[in-house]
C-alpha cells in the first residue's frame, strides 16, 4: 500500500510480505516516478514485513541514494528484529535509520515527516558551517563558527564553545552565544576536579545528553548548572591527536528529534575538530618558521663576520709582507749611508745630510716595526691540518658572494688525503683570498660561473687545483697579480684579493703557488703544501724550523 502527502512531499510504503526481488522490482518501478514528481521523505512501513532478501537491501540503498540527492530522506518503522539485525550485520544502520516495531509503538506518520524535516534542515545548515570552519585558520574564527552553527541547527540560541588547554588539565572559554552578560566568572575558567575526569575530558567522542537536575556525571552536570542550563548537549571537538575542546548547548529536554540528530551533530563536531587540528599546526609551522628564519639570518649576520674576519686578517698579512719587504730594502740603505759617512774624501756638507738619510731609515725602520706588530705578525703554530676540512670550510665562509654571484662549486676532493702541517688560520686565509678572486673573475654577461676545487696526495705535498671559466690574468704578469698592492681598477671591481695573501702563506709553509690562464679562459691556481712526517720509531712528528708570520 502506498499513501502520499503532496503537501509535505512525503511517501508511506508499507509492503505487504517479504521484500524479495520480484516485489523490489515492483516498488522500485513504483518509486521512481514518485521521486521524478519532487517527493523525497520516504518512509517504509514494515509492520507486515518479516524479512528482506539482498534484492530488499539494495532497492532500500538505491532508494535512501536518490533521495539524498533531492536533500530528502529514507526512514524504517515498525521494524522487525530480525530486519534490525540484519542491517546491523551490513553496516546499513549506519546509512539510515530504522525503528524498531516492539520498542517504539506505533509511530505517527505527520511528527515522523516533521522530524526528518528537521533533520535535512539540521544537516544543510552543519554542512554550511562545517565548510566555513575548514576555511578558517583562526582557532578562535572555528570556536565561534561551530557554537553559531551547532545553536542554529538545533534552534536553540544560548551555548559555550571552550578550549581545553594542551595540559589537558583545565578549559577556558573562546565563544559564547547569548550568554555575553549571564554567564559567571567560575564558568570563564574550568579546572578539572580529578585526573579520571581530565582523562574522560581528553577521550570523549560522543553526543552527551545532560539533565543538571539528575546526572551519572556530577562534573558535567556541575559545568551545564555553571552556564544557567537544565538540560544540555555536550559535544566534545576532537580532532586526530586529541580533543580540543567541547561546546555545551542548551537543549530542550521535550524536543524529540535528539537521538536522531546526534550521528549529524557528532559527524560535524569531528570536521570542526579537524579544522582545529589544521589552524593548530599551521599556528606551530608558522612559529617555527619564524624561528628559523631568525636562526638562518644569525648565521648569515655571524658567516659575514667570519667573513669579515678572514678579510682583515688576509689584510694584516698583507701589510705583514710589505713590512718585511719594506725592513728588507732599509738594510742596504742604512748599511751604505753608514759606511759612506766614515769616508775622509767626503765633504762635511755630504756627510751630513748622508746622516739625514741614515736616521731618517732608522726612523723608517722602527716605524715599519711597529706596523708588523700591529699587523698581527706573531709565529707560525704547526698543526696537523686537513685540506680538505679547510676547502669545505672556505666553501661555507664565501657562501653568501658564490650565492650571490651565482657561481656553481664543484669540489673534487681526494680520499684519505695525507695531513699537514700547518697554521689553520693562515692557510684557510690563503684559500679564502684565492675563491674569492675565483668569484670576482666573471664578466657580467658570463651565463655558466663555475669553480672547480681539486686536492690530491702529490707524495710530499698536497696539492690543491682552483680552476674557474672567468676572464683569466688579462694584461697583467703572473709577478703582478703576486704584487701585494691590489690596483686601484681591481678594487672597483669588488675584487679585494690577489694572489699575494696565498703566495706569502705558502712561503712560510715551505710551499708554492703557480698561477696559470687557460686558452678557453680562466684561471688555473696550483697550491703544493708539504705533508707532515712522522716518526714511528719516535712517535713524534718532525716539525720544520719555525717562521714568523
Given at each position: 500500500?502506498?499513501?502520499?502527502?503532496?503537501?509535505?512531499?512525503?511517501?508511506?510504503?508499507?509492503?505487504?510480505?517479504?521484500?524479495?526481488?520480484?516485489?523490489?522490482?515492483?516498488?522500485?518501478?513504483?518509486?521512481?516516478?514518485?521521486l521524478?514528481e519532487?517527493?523525497?521523505?520516504?518512509?517504509?512501513?514494515?509492520?507486515?514485513?518479516?524479512?528482506l532478501?539482498?534484492?530488499?537491501?539494495?532497492?532500500?540503498?538505491?532508494?535512501?541514494?536518490?533521495?539524498?540527492?533531492?536533500?530528502?530522506?529514507?526512514?524504517?518503522?515498525?521494524?522487525?528484529?530480525?530486519?534490525?539485525?540484519?542491517?546491523?550485520?551490513?553496516?546499513l544502520?549506519?546509512?539510515?535509520?530504522?525503528?524498531?516495531?516492539?520498542?517504539?509503538?506505533?509511530?505517527?506518520?505527520?511528527?515522523l515527516?516533521?522530524?526528518m524535516?528537521?533533520?535535512?534542515?539540521?544537516?544543510?545548515?552543519?554542512?554550511?558551517?562545517?565548510?566555513?570552519?575548514?576555511?578558517?585558520?583562526?582557532?578562535?574564527?572555528?570556536?565561534?563558527?561551530?557554537?553559531?552553527?551547532?545553536?542554529?541547527?538545533?534552534?536553540?540560541?544560548?551555548?559555550?564553545?571552550?578550549?581545553?588547554?594542551?595540559?589537558?588539565?583545565?578549559?577556558?572559554?573562546a565563544?559564547?552565544?547569548?550568554l555575553?552578560?549571564?554567564?559567571?566568572?567560575?564558568?570563564?575558567?574550568?579546572?578539572?576536579?580529578?585526573?579520571?575526569?581530565?582523562?574522560?575530558?581528553?577521550?570523549?567522542?560522543?553526543v552527551?545528553?545532560?539533565?543538571?537536575?539528575k546526572?551519572?556525571?556530577?562534573?558535567?552536570?556541575?559545568?551545564?548548572?555553571?552556564?544557567?542550563?537544565?538540560?544540555?548537549?555536550?559535544?566534545?571537538?576532537?580532532?586526530?591527536?586529541?580533543?580540543?575542546?567541547?561546546?555545551?548547548?542548551e537543549?530542550?529536554?521535550?524536543?524529540?528529534?535528539?537521538?536522531?540528530?546526534?550521528p549529524?551533530?557528532?559527524?560535524?563536531s569531528?570536521?570542526?575538530?579537524?579544522a582545529?587540528?589544521?589552524?593548530?599546526?599551521?599556528?606551530q609551522f608558522?612559529?617555527?618558521?619564524?624561528?628559523?628564519?631568525?636562526?638562518?639570518?644569525?648565521?648569515?649576520?655571524?658567516?659575514?663576520?667570519?667573513v669579515d674576519?678572514?678579510?682583515?686578517?688576509?689584510?694584516?698579512?698583507?701589510?705583514?709582507?710589505?713590512?718585511?719587504?719594506?725592513?728588507?730594502?732599509?738594510?742596504?740603505?742604512?748599511?751604505?749611508?753608514?759606511?759612506?759617512?766614515?769616508?775622509?774624501?767626503?765633504?762635511?756638507?755630504?756627510?751630513?745630510?748622508?746622516?739625514?738619510?741614515?736616521?731618517?731609515?732608522?726612523?723608517?725602520?722602527?716605524?715599519?716595526?711597529?706596523?708588523?706588530?700591529v699587523?698581527?705578525?706573531?709565529?707560525?703554530?704547526q698543526?696537523?691540518?686537513?685540506?680538505?676540512?679547510?676547502?669545505?670550510?672556505?666553501?661555507?665562509?664565501?657562501?653568501?658572494?658564490?650565492?650571490?654571484?651565482?657561481?656553481?662549486?664543484r669540489?673534487?676532493?681526494?680520499?684519505?688525503?695525507?695531513?699537514?702541517?700547518?697554521?689553520?688560520?693562515?692557510?684557510i686565509?690563503?684559500?679564502?683570498?684565492?675563491?674569492?678572486?675565483?668569484?670576482?673573475?666573471?664578466?657580467?654577461?658570463?651565463?655558466?660561473?663555475?669553480?672547480?676545487?681539486?686536492?690530491?696526495?702529490?707524495?710530499n705535498?698536497v696539492e690543491i687545483?682552483?680552476?674557474?671559466?672567468?676572464?683569466?690574468?688579462?694584461?697583467?704578469?703572473?709577478?703582478?697579480?703576486?704584487?701585494?698592492?691590489?690596483?686601484?681598477?681591481?678594487?672597483?671591481?669588488?675584487?679585494?684579493?690577489?694572489?699575494?695573501?696565498?703566495?706569502?702563506?705558502?712561503?712560510?709553509?715551505?710551499?708554492?703557488?703557480?698561477?696559470?690562464?687557460?686558452?678557453?679562459?680562466?684561471?688555473?691556481?696550483?697550491?703544493?703544501?708539504?705533508?707532515?712526517?712522522?716518526?714511528?720509531?719516535r712517535?713524534?712528528?718532525e716539525?720544520?724550523?719555525?717562521?714568523?708570520?
Amino acid at each position: 500500500m502506498i499513501t502520499k502527502n503532496p503537501a509535505s512531499r512525503s511517501v508511506i510504503i508499507r509492503p505487504s510480505g517479504n521484500i524479495e526481488a520480484l516485489t523490489a522490482e515492483h516498488y522500485r518501478q513504483t518509486v521512481r516516478p514518485l521521486l521524478d514528481e519532487g517527493y523525497r521523505f520516504i518512509i517504509f512501513d514494515m509492520v507486515d514485513t518479516n524479512y528482506l532478501t539482498s534484492a530488499g537491501l539494495g532497492l532500500l540503498v538505491e532508494i535512501h541514494n536518490s533521495v539524498s540527492r533531492q536533500n530528502g530522506s529514507l526512514r524504517l518503522i515498525n521494524c522487525e528484529r530480525r530486519i534490525i539485525d540484519l542491517l546491523k550485520q551490513t553496516r546499513l544502520d549506519t546509512v539510515f535509520d530504522a525503528i524498531q516495531g516492539e520498542e517504539s509503538g506505533p509511530v505517527p506518520y505527520d511528527e515522523l515527516h516533521a522530524v526528518m524535516s528537521e533533520e535535512i534542515l539540521f544537516s544543510s545548515q552543519l554542512h554550511e558551517m562545517a565548510e566555513c570552519s575548514l576555511r578558517a585558520s583562526d582557532p578562535a574564527e572555528i570556536a565561534d563558527l561551530m557554537l553559531k552553527g551547532a545553536t542554529r541547527a538545533c534552534k536553540h540560541s544560548r551555548g559555550a564553545f571552550y578550549f581545553i588547554h594542551e595540559d589537558g588539565l583545565n578549559a577556558t572559554l573562546a565563544a559564547t552565544s547569548e550568554l555575553e552578560d549571564a554567564i559567571e566568572d567560575a564558568a570563564r575558567t574550568l579546572i578539572f576536579p580529578t585526573p579520571d575526569f581530565a582523562e574522560a575530558m581528553q577521550g570523549a567522542n560522543k553526543v552527551i545528553h545532560i539533565d543538571a537536575r539528575k546526572t551519572d556525571n556530577e562534573h558535567l552536570g556541575e559545568i551545564v548548572s555553571r552556564l544557567s542550563f537544565t538540560h544540555g548537549l555536550f559535544v566534545p571537538i576532537r580532532g586526530n591527536a586529541r580533543c580540543f575542546g567541547f561546546a555545551v548547548l542548551e537543549w530542550a529536554a521535550h524536543h524529540k528529534a535528539f537521538e536522531n540528530l546526534v550521528p549529524t551533530l557528532e559527524t560535524y563536531s569531528n570536521i570542526c575538530g579537524l579544522a582545529l587540528e589544521k589552524a593548530s599546526l599551521l599556528v606551530q609551522f608558522e612559529s617555527q618558521n619564524n624561528d628559523l628564519q631568525k636562526t638562518l639570518v644569525s648565521v648569515q649576520r655571524f658567516q659575514n663576520t667570519l667573513v669579515d674576519v678572514g678579510k682583515l686578517a688576509s689584510l694584516g698579512a698583507v701589510i705583514s709582507g710589505l713590512g718585511h719587504l719594506l725592513n728588507n730594502k732599509l738594510v742596504p740603505i742604512m748599511g751604505y749611508s753608514q759606511m759612506l759617512s766614515t769616508s775622509e774624501d767626503m765633504s762635511e756638507k755630504s756627510r751630513k745630510q748622508l746622516g739625514a738619510v741614515s736616521t731618517a731609515a732608522v726612523e723608517l725602520k722602527e716605524l715599519m716595526e711597529k706596523i708588523i706588530k700591529v699587523s698581527g705578525a706573531r709565529e707560525i703554530s704547526q698543526d696537523l691540518v686537513d685540506i680538505n676540512e679547510l676547502v669545505n670550510k672556505t666553501i661555507t665562509l664565501l657562501g653568501y658572494e658564490i650565492e650571490n654571484r651565482d657561481v656553481a662549486i664543484r669540489l673534487c676532493l681526494a680520499e684519505s688525503l695525507p695531513l699537514v702541517l700547518g697554521d689553520h688560520d693562515l692557510l684557510i686565509q690563503a684559500l679564502i683570498a684565492t675563491v674569492h678572486r675565483a668569484c670576482t673573475s666573471f664578466p657580467s654577461d658570463r651565463e655558466e660561473r663555475w669553480i672547480t676545487i681539486l686536492t690530491a696526495d702529490k707524495g710530499n705535498a698536497v696539492e690543491i687545483t682552483i680552476e674557474d671559466n672567468g676572464e683569466g690574468l688579462g694584461d697583467m704578469t703572473e709577478q703582478e697579480w703576486l704584487d701585494p698592492l691590489v690596483p686601484y681598477t681591481e678594487l672597483d671591481a669588488g675584487r679585494i684579493f690577489n694572489y699575494s695573501i696565498p703566495r706569502s702563506v705558502l712561503k712560510r709553509h715551505n710551499g708554492t703557488i703557480t698561477l696559470e690562464e687557460k686558452e678557453s679562459g680562466g684561471t688555473i691556481v696550483k697550491m703544493m703544501i708539504p705533508i707532515a712526517r712522522i716518526d714511528a720509531s719516535r712517535e713524534s712528528i718532525e716539525y720544520p724550523e719555525k717562521q714568523i708570520a
